[in-house]
């Protein structure tokens, strides 16, 4: 009988010695005369018990973990292919650790069960039964499912994806060509959902921006992927040569006479990039630089043409939407935020990982409840959301809903749906100073509000924090936000005094005391 071991084959687990744990549980088994084959799965995004080793059962799949190279000879001891055995790393069914139990799985309902490049594996479990019914429909009857769904963008601005497609269905293209932009240039502090989609189930991505084609008369996709992603464009590129070779993309897809082709594109290493007009600069081969708007790049997109550009993760729910129903997706959530949301908990935090639900719960709940608090057992004393230039919340603004309209009501962004939270020991004042930092170093330098004001700010705070003319220079620093909010190009200078905002007003002890500090040193 051979017995069935899955491991984990993302970067994060790689980086966890996964490799080498896959292939040590063959030596042994190999040594212990015992009939084993290791697959290796996408990871389930748990990833504090990372590496997980899945055991295949009658009764589900059994975890253990997470599991050391130190580990292997103990785990054949217990004879842990058997899978409900006595083991110190024994975690019992995996589709019954609370972590997993309690998430809604929409999107990532595949995540860590099946081989990412194997085609069998993604249509064994649902996979292109969207694009076989978007095939039936009209291009106008897919766009009208995607409005009914609620679906908004995943990038930030949480624009309707509907909308969206229904702009570039409608525009005329000078030169008959459409284009479907996927902006997989993940850069978000404390995000990796778009990675997990990429390494873990391309082929959902696939199918996404294939129906995202038949819906607007696009023929031409491309995947802008971050240079720092290897795995990610490795497995892409696999996928897509499997999918032109089982006509699942190209000139007549699933016999149907639509014509789709994909191509991925590497990025050009910059956070401005992942700013759409930006990405489209990038993307035609030239400097990363933000384009004025309108027009729109539902317009006048890339090379001049009409372009849907969506986030990874507002693509790879299409399919879903399309197998399933637009109803089923639209009938969780609250308020305007519909659907689920893959939730990246980081930073200072106990139980990290990917945590899909859908809108509504409080932020307490994800921190808590699913991250467990902080990591070294230190209250928690601040947390950003929407990467780093989200709001810094205190604990007053805990309790708020996940939704884009309750964030926003509270002065603060959901965006990519990055939690990273930070323990009493954090410097808010230093906080600030990062994101200002950050802005200098990102910025594409096209417009003097997010160029210069963000090296205007790292002075002042310096001075702030020095104690020089503290009172003069808050005052200043304010000023000079609401410049940057009300007169940058782009989100980078517009977003960037989010974070700068929100430590002077909830957390200003901490610019006073550095301030007060500064002045004593100086004394003596």
């Not at 990273?420 to 808010?428: A, G, S």
Request: hydrophobic share 40%; aromatic share 8%.
């Amino acid at each position: 009988m051979t017995f069935r071991i899955h491991v984990p084959s993302d970067t994060t687990a790689k980086a966890r010695g996964a490799d080498r744990i896959a292939r040590l549980i063959e030596i042994v088994a190999e040594e212990h005369k015992i009939d084993v084959e290791v697959r290796r799965n996408g990871t389930r995004g748990l990833y504090w018990i990372e590496p997980l080793v899945e055991v295949d059962t009658d009764a589900g799949r059994y975890g253990f973990g997470p599991v050391k190279e130190g580990d292997i000879e103990s785990l054949f001891a217990a004879e842990f292919w058997k899978g409900d055995v006595e083991h110190a790393l024994a975690l019992g069914l995996v589709e019954e650790i609370p972590y997993l139990k309690r998430q809604e799985r929409f999107t990532f309902a595949r995540l860590g069960i099946t081989n990412p490049v194997s085609l069998e594996d993604y249509q064994a479990n649902d996979g292109f039964k969207g694009l076989e019914n978007a095939i039936k429909l009209s291009s106008q009857q897919i766009v009208d499912a995607v409005k009914e769904s609620g679906l908004r963008g995943r990038g930030g601005a949480a624009f309707p994806t509907g909308i969206k497609w229904q702009t570039v269905l409608d525009v005329e293209s000078p030169k008959n060509q459409k284009y479907i932009v996927c902006n997989a240039d993940e850069g978000d502090s404390g995000t990796f959902a778009d990675r997990l989609v990429m390494e873990c189930d391309p082929y959902m991505l696939i199918e996404g921006m294939t129906i995202a084609g038949l819906a607007v008369g696009a023929t031409q996709g491309y995947i802008y992927c971050r240079s720092e992603y290897p795995l990610s464009i490795e497995n892409l590129n696999l996928a897509i040569k499997t999918a032109y070779e089982n006509n699942l993309l190209g000139a007549d897809i699933l016999g149907s006479g639509n014509h789709f082709d994909l191509e991925v594109r590497m990025g050009a290493g910059a956070y401005i990039c992942g700013e759409e007009t930006s990405l489209l600069e990038s993307l035609e081969g030239k400097r990363g630089l933000v384009r004025a708007k309108p027009p729109l790049p539902a317009i006048v997109g890339l090379f001049g043409q009409p372009t849907v550009v969506n986030n990874v993760l507002s693509l790879a729910a299409v399919p879903f939407i399309m197998d399933k129903g637009a109803k089923a997706y639209a009938d969780v959530g609250v308020g305007r935020s519909r659907g689920t949301l893959p939730f990246q908990v980081a930073g200072n935090v106990k139980f990290g990982g990917l945590v899909e639900l859908a809108f509504g719960p409080t932020l307490n709940e994800l921190m808590f409840e699913f991250g467990g608090g902080t990591r070294n057992g230190r209250p928690l004393r601040a947390v950003q959301v929407g990467g780093p230039l989200g709001a810094y919340l205190h604990e007053g603004q805990w309790d708020t809903p996940l939704g884009y309209e309750e964030f926003s009501q509270k002065d603060a962004v959901l965006g990519h749906g990055g939690v990273v939270m930070f323990d009493d020991t954090v410097d808010m004042s230093e906080q600030a100073r990062f994101s200002m930092e950050f802005c200098v170093a990102e910025s594409c330098g096209k417009c003097t509000p997010c160029r210069i004001g963000s090296t205007r700010g790292v002075e002042v705070i310096d001075r702030i924090r020095e104690g020089k003319n503290v009172d003069a220079n808050m005052e200043l620093l304010s000023d000079l936000c609401e410049t940057m909010l009300d007169g940058s190009l782009c989100a980078m200078g517009g977003m960037t005094p989010f974070p700068v905002q929100s430590a002077m007003k909830h957390f200003t002890e901490d610019f006073v005391k550095n301030a007060a500090s500064a002045t004593q040193a100086k004394e003596v």
